[in-house]
């Protein structure tokens, strides 16, 4: 540890591997000592004048623009200066990550790690709630955005966050906007910065960046990853998946999310000199156009864009450059499945992940029975897998049963949140991943359902527990319980059971909207649906507890007759 350079993340503010674990996944060769700094340079150094990333700039999104690797050299160093010069950022700095799908979030990622600053990624979609949430959480020092262009004046949005942490007790970052700085473009003569400074020297086992959990509780919760874990599963991903230097891997979800950054992502990408295209928005149309003109050879995409590609016109792109479609982040219907192959002509991938680790893929050469049926099966031979039942008891292959996993690259605890361990974690170490699934005896996994209060809307996490907060804050709602409801395009949508408190009128769906719009939180948090009823069921010996109240709710939604 220096003593001169501060520690971005102290040793309290996160768990870490136990050390002979560590020495295993050391010796293993899967925790190298290079660092996510390093890994950039040396990329971009080696692949030099291949073309990197191609895309919208932040400035306009309707433009389309590629940096070479040298490129990207030169707008990450620009951004660097002017983040260290002008915003006073420091090794070891966080600094929030809240860009759309330009070619700047790539520059602002390779900026920050060879700077040795922490990012910590947020979504395009978050507000003001989630945001000062994490300027709270991570302290960062600045907050990067990209202007109004994009649907939503972020510079406003992410202001107001920084007073809001303010108002808490915490400091506002210094918002950062790319639209206007404009770091893509080369500075004349003694502007332009000297070449990127060598890589900051930190150890590769301390934590790279903080990462964005779906979460389950009332405020949202981050994630540490580390160099050494997270480089690691980037470069079995890319084995997996068979990725070499002359792919080109669409990101047509939001680039922060796990799955588009490492599942093989755009850091698997850089890994092998391959190119990253980036979709400003995620409709097929627009995907399509990219897939034509930059030869797309491997996609990421969710469930509900699978169905939207399925049905969309496609006879006018040529789309016979893409060889693999990666499907995650939601259950994907098994007769969806079936249709990849046939219809868009290239071959599926399922990929089952969690920002906390684990991350279980399909094989190239599996039978297409696994490949249709199962979400995959882990990156390593050293994740370790567990299926048990509500007692912790391991259950057979081929019975559902709670997932838990550990391994080298999955976190034993989040971010400045011991309050979690306990529940998050067990007590020798496995996460409680929330998730139910069947193992087969090949080592696949079927993921059959889910005991964690979220709702998986379409690939986006909602904690159900974070939005009956914001309902409870409403002074004509007495009691608020938020569950998941099918849907035929999403999967699951957002629906909010109420009670109105005695002496108020039912608040209607505008005002109840409105209300949550006001708090901040993310649109896509706040209900599809809204219910009303008197009181909640109770059990026979007095109160339920939540986690049953919104089970019982869920099974009456979507019972007979709704
Ligand atoms: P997060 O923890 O927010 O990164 O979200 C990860 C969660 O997304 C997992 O624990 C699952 O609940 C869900 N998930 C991701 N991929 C899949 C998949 N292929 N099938 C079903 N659920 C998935
Ligand atoms: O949903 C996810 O979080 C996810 C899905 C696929 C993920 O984190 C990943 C792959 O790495």
Request: net charge negative.
């Amino acid at each position: 540890m220096s003593g001169v350079a501060p520690l971005g993340v102290r040793p309290e503010d996160w768990v870490r591997v136990p050390a002979a674990t560590a020495a295993r996944y050391r010796e293993a060769g899967l925790w190298l000592p290079e660092t996510l700094g390093e890994f950039v340079a040396e990329r971009c150094a080696r692949f030099a004048e291949r073309i990197a990333v191609a895309g919208a700039p932040a400035r306009d999104r309707t433009a389309h623009v590629r940096l070479t690797y040298a490129e990207l050299t030169g707008a990450s160093a620009r951004l660097a200066a002017l983040l260290a010069d002008q915003h006073g950022v420091r090794e070891g700095d966080r600094v929030v990550v809240q860009l759309p799908n330009c070619v700047e979030h790539v520059v602002a990622v390779a900026a920050l790690v060879r700077m040795g600053a922490l990012p910590v990624f947020t979504l395009p979609a978050h507000r003001e709630a989630e945001l000062s949430a994490f300027h709270l959480l991570a302290e960062p020092v600045a907050h990067l955005v990209a202007g109004s262009g994009w649907g939503v004046d972020h510079v406003a949005v992410a202001e107001r966050a920084g007073a809001w942490a303010v108002e808490r007790g915490g400091r506002a970052p210094r918002v950062v906007d790319l639209a206007v700085v404009d770091v893509l473009r080369e500075r004349d003569g003694a502007h332009e910065p000297a070449a990127f400074p060598a890589p900051v020297r930190v150890d590769a086992e301390e934590v790279a960046f903080l990462q964005l959990s779906g979460g389950t509780t009332g405020v949202p919760k981050l994630i540490p990853r580390t160099h050494g874990d997270y480089l690691y599963s980037v470069r079995g991903s890319v084995e997996i998946c068979g990725l070499d230097a002359d792919d080109a891997l669409l990101v047509a979800l939001p680039a922060a999310h796990n799955f588009p950054m490492s599942s093989p992502g755009i850091l698997g990408a850089l890994h092998v000199g391959a190119r990253v295209v980036l979709a400003p928005d995620p409709s097929p149309r627009t995907a399509f156009a990219l897939v034509e003109r930059e030869r797309v050879t491997v996609a990421s995409l969710v469930p509900p864009l699978v169905l939207g590609w399925l049905s969309a016109r496609r006879d006018r792109f040529d789309l016979t450059s893409l060889r693999l479609l990666g499907v995650g982040g939601a259950r994907l219907a098994d007769v969806t499945a079936g249709r990849v192959h046939a219809e868009l002509g290239c071959a599926l991938q399922q990929v089952f992940g969690m920002a906390e680790g684990l991350v279980c893929y399909t094989r190239l050469d599996d039978p297409a029975e696994l490949v249709e049926t199962t979400q995959g099966r882990p990156i390593s031979d050293l994740d370790e897998v567990r299926v048990v039942d509500d007692e912790d008891v391991d259950v057979r292959d081929g019975t559902p049963g709670h997932l838990l996993t550990r391994g080298p690259y999955t976190i034993r605890g989040y971010y400045r949140a011991p309050e979690q361990q306990a529940t998050a974690f067990t007590a020798d170490g496995f996460y409680r991943t929330g998730d139910v699934v069947v193992r087969l005896p090949s080592g696949h996994l079927r993921v059959t359902g889910r005991s964690k209060d979220q709702v998986n809307r379409g690939g986006e996490k909602v904690a159900a527990e974070e939005v009956e907060e914001h309902l409870l804050g409403h002074p004509a709602v007495h009691d608020a319980a938020v569950v998941a409801v099918p849907d035929p395009l999403l999967g699951e949508k957002v629906c909010a059971v109420l009670v109105v408190e005695a002496d108020h009128a039912a608040p209607g769906v505008p005002e109840l909207r409105r209300h949550l719009l006001e708090r901040g939180l993310a649109p896509y948090k706040v209900p599809d649906r809204f219910e009303t009823v008197t009181a909640f069921p109770t059990s026979g010996v007095g109160k339920t507890s939540r986690r049953d109240l919104r089970r019982t709710l869920a099974a009456a939604l979507t019972g007979p007759g709704t």
